[in-house]
């Protein structure tokens, strides 16, 4: 089955800039579909974030950008602030034998120092 | 304002039932596919089933399938999910999503709050 592998957590000071890799697995490898990426605060629900690679939703601030190369992803933050302090994920979509899935990366917790 | 309440959840014992529901307002839902997405506890988000807007297409996680069942009521813009022989390792919060596909894209655009599903002796 897909993976999508997310470093299990980053961090930085206000005002900094991160960015969170989403790297598929070999069985995964070239895949076409676009990636999404989703935030999940303390205690709520996950939230879309970024979709079609580079898109924001409205009402997501610009300081959040994603991009797509390959079997890779990333997400950055710029201007880091506190609220950003959550749980990230990234989400793509695969085919298998049995049928096509939804597939999510392991997550990435950001810590704002 | 669009909006996804989901219902259902509880305590059950191995190998018992359940069936989860998700109320949808302020869309129309009979436009989009729908979801459902779950979260074991201090764990990440795996996708469960999802189902297309006529319900010609369903699809579901190797993990559920078998087990669990999709289904949707347009006409009440409600979405389900009947859970059967259920498994310890199926406890977790269970949220409903609508789901968006552009060309390449396949995703949820729009989540509910959840709700706990926990399975135990």
């Known amino acids: 089955q897909s993976v999508l592998t997310q470093p299990p957590s980053v961090s930085g000071a206000p005002g900094q800039r991160v960015t969170i890799s989403c790297t598929g697995s070999s069985s995964n490898s070239g895949s076409i579909y676009d990636v999404h990426w989703y935030q999940q605060l303390p205690g709520a629900a996950p939230k879309l974030l970024i979709y079609g690679n580079n898109n924001r939703p409205s009402g997501v601030p610009d300081r959040f950008s994603g991009s797509k190369s390959g079997t890779s992803a990333s997400l950055a933050i710029t201007g880091l602030q506190v609220e950003d302090e959550a749980d990230y994920y990234c989400q793509s979509y695969h085919f298998r034998l049995s049928g096509p899935y939804y597939v999510f990366g392991t997550g990435t917790k950001v810590t704002v120092l | 304002e669009v909006q996804l309440v989901e219902s259902g959840g509880g305590l059950v014992q191995p190998g018992g039932s359940l069936r989860l529901s998700c109320a949808a307002s302020g869309f129309s839902f009979d436009d989009y596919a729908m979801h459902w997405v779950r979260q074991s506890p201090g764990k990440g988000l795996e996708w469960v089933s999802g189902?297309?807007?006529?319900?010609?297409?369903?699809d579901y996680a190797d993990s559920v399938k078998g087990r669990f069942s999709i289904a949707r009521d347009n006409a009440e813009s409600s979405l389900y999910l009947q859970m059967n022989n259920l498994r310890p390792e199926d406890t977790a919060l269970y949220y409903c999503?609508?789901?968006?596909?552009?060309?390449?894209?396949?995703?949820?655009?729009?989540w509910g709050t959840g709700t706990t599903v926990t399975v135990s002796s």
């Open positions: 189902i297309s807007w006529d319900s010609k297409n369903i």
């Open positions: 999503a609508k789901g968006r596909v552009v060309n390449l894209s396949y995703y949820m655009d729009v």
